[in-house]
């Protein structure tokens, strides 16, 4: 399949103008600038970072990221290079009154969403992923403590009586929905951080409590309790981290194919519009939207499994995408949001990579 260069160009272009010495990865280079967000770098940008030789950055970033840990094991969902540009941007921008700037202004900026629950099990995952791909292990040495803390916070926390790791993930706009909810995408990350750590024990009695409560009648559900459409995030995830058996593969590829459009697979994620634009398309798409983000792991989780034709074609639709939105209308294919979003651009570079 032909890559289209200038896609590729555009891609890197927004990588390197998101990367801020001595600071860490904005999440993009207009809307989010100066927003160093855990989530962003953990789940999408730093393996790009790491295969690519730039780990300078991701160890800066962790290191602050680090630094910044409260005193019983939170990890900030965000941190901010420069509070005095960022608060007077967003002031310029959205009032204020925004919410943003109010939970800066009350010192809760670092807790943003607090119904999201996936910041320190993804601290713990990219601390160790990056000693893994660099062989640095001064983190891992200098910060050990604090990844125990982290999780922790976790274990004492965010899990329920079965041990299931409890509350929001990416979707921070749905905190308060989905914050006593388990979720596929939560639990298959949680797996992968014992796995990580080096606890095989608890790592294996994680995946084994996805497949018994996840798994229903062949299908994959988004949350527990309901969810019962598939979230094909929390799909892809757990088959590129190996949460899942390989038994499962065909059931996976039938529901990435139940989500699917024109435009990349789909998935529910509800928020407040920004324009009225947006407002008419959740409202007639009831917030069922394309992410490329999701997208690009749905295409390497199509390759792992052996997939390779639906692979390419769910990645030229990535490929057929204007830009790098961070979220695109199902049926029309027009892009929202953040004009350049980083993570939507990593995963078209990362799905690349991995189907080339």
Sequence with gaps: MK??????????????????????????????????????????VA????????????????????????????????????????????????????FMVVRYDKGRLWNLTPGTKDSEILYVIAMYEYAIATGDLSLIDE???????????????????????????????????????????????????????????????QRRMIMMYFWKNKNFTDYIPGGNRPDPLGIALGILCEAVPREVYPHALRLLHSVDSDFGVTIKCIHNPYTDGEE????????????????????????????????????????????????YDPTTGKGWGAKEQLWSASLYLRAKMCIS
Excluded at 29 to 43: G, I, S
Excluded at 65 to 91: H, M, T, Y
Excluded at 301 to 315: I, S, V
Aim: aromatic share 10%; glycine share 6%.
């Design 3 to 44: 890559i289209t260069t200038n896609k590729n160009d555009e891609a890197s272009q927004i990588l390197y103008s998101c990367l801020s010495e001595g600071n860490g990865v904005f999440a993009s280079p207009d809307r989010y600038k100066y927003q160093c967000w855990t989530r962003d770098l953990a789940l999408a």
């Design 47 to 98: 393996p790009l970072l790491l295969e690519m030789g730039e780990t300078v950055i991701v160890r800066t970033h962790l290191k602050n990221l680090s630094e910044k840990q409260c005193e019983n094991g939170q990890i900030p969902i965000l941190f901010l290079s420069d509070e005095v540009a960022w608060r007077s941007k967003k002031v310029s921008e959205r009032g204020q009154n925004s």
């Design 143 to 205: 910060y050990g403590d604090r990844i125990k803390l982290a999780m922790k916070y976790v274990e004492v926390h965010n899990l329920n009586d079965s041990g299931l790791a409890v509350g929001a993930d990416w979707r921070d706009t749905m905190e308060v929905f989905l914050s006593d909810k388990a979720l596929l995408s939560n639990n298959v990350l949680l797996a992968q951080a014992y796995n990580l750590m080096g606890e095989k024990e608890k790592a294996e009695k």
């Design 280 to 327: 008419e398309v959740f409202e007639r798409t009831k917030g069922i939207v394309v992410w490329p983000f999701v997208v690009g792991f749905s295409v390497m989780a199509l390759h792992k499994m052996g997939y390779y034709d639906e692979a390419q074609a769910l990645f030229q639709k990535m490929e057929n995408l204007d830009g790098f939105y961070e979220w």
